[in-house]
């Protein structure tokens, strides 16, 4: 699938050798499913994701998250030095703000889980950081810094959310597996949001007859996934206002 993915943008030799490959990854990934949930005792048990918090934080909402949060890796450095016309130290220290906003918001995450049910941490953080994802490659240089900075604190937020409520509500027996799963689909989303990021630049390229990589691909790229994690915000609208007190302490009042 992700070898499909990536051959989306450079359909050269056709489209149905991309085909074959997206329809083949997700056949195999079929089967895996099927034979996993039929054998009695399988590698892996499939049965954490009838866990609410973890099927969200994990597989649906928090895999397609992550997706946009690769992607949004990737595409920064490439927009400083390709958009922007940057050297790659200069790039380097903007990307350094991004970081630092990741570092800066780890000594205030546990009190705010603590004080807010996880269900308006997530939908809010995700809304709030991918809305200005979405207009950085609009925004004067001057203030890049201070986007970036933001943006580190809220992605920041949105990962140890995911990451605490994926657990939450994980029976002991189940924990080996969930675990083993949340880790591969973390993997996964890792390749699978540089593909996506990469697709959206080339089919914009593309489909603009340009010679090369414009600012405006890169708009176009951002305000799509921008778009992704707004609307994957809705799907944590689907969480109890209980979800994750066993590990937030936070008991909502009734």
Do not use: C
């Not at 920064?76 to 130290?89: C, K, N, T």
């Not at 949001?193 to 951002?222: E, H, K, M, T, Y």
């Amino acid at each position: 699938m992700l070898y499909g993915l990536e051959r989306i943008a450079h359909p050269e030799d056709g489209a149905m050798p991309t085909v074959a490959l997206l329809a083949a990854g997700t056949l195999v990934g079929w089967l895996a499913v099927r034979h996993l949930a039929r054998t009695k005792n399988p590698l892996l048990d499939l049965s954490a994701f009838k866990v609410q918090t973890f099927a969200i934080s994990t597989l649906s909402a928090g895999t397609i998250f992550r997706v946009a949060i690769n992607a949004t890796s990737f595409l920064l450095p490439l927009l400083f030095q390709v958009g922007f016309g940057l050297r790659p130290v200069d790039a380097g220290m903007l990307i350094l703000a991004y970081f630092l906003g990741n570092l800066g918001m780890k000594t205030v995450t546990t009190p705010t889980l603590r004080r807010f049910v996880f269900r308006s941490v997530r939908r809010d953080r995700i809304a709030v950081d991918h809305g200005l994802r979405s207009d950085i490659a609009a925004d004067p240089q001057a203030l890049v810094v201070a986007l970036m900075l933001i943006a580190g604190l809220t992605r920041s937020m949105q990962v140890t959310a995911l990451n605490t409520l994926a657990f939450a509500g994980v029976a002991s027996s189940q924990r080996s597996s969930a675990a083993t799963l949340s880790s591969m689909l973390q993997q996964e989303a890792m390749p699978f949001g540089v593909a996506v990021a990469a697709a959206l630049l080339n089919l914009s390229q593309i489909a603009r007859s340009g010679p090369a990589l414009d600012l405006v691909d890169f708009r176009l790229a951002f305000l799509v996934i921008g778009a992704i994690g707004l609307a994957v915000s809705l799907r944590f609208l689907a969480l109890p206002p209980a979800a994750g007190t066993e590990v937030s302490g936070h008991f909502p009042r009734n």
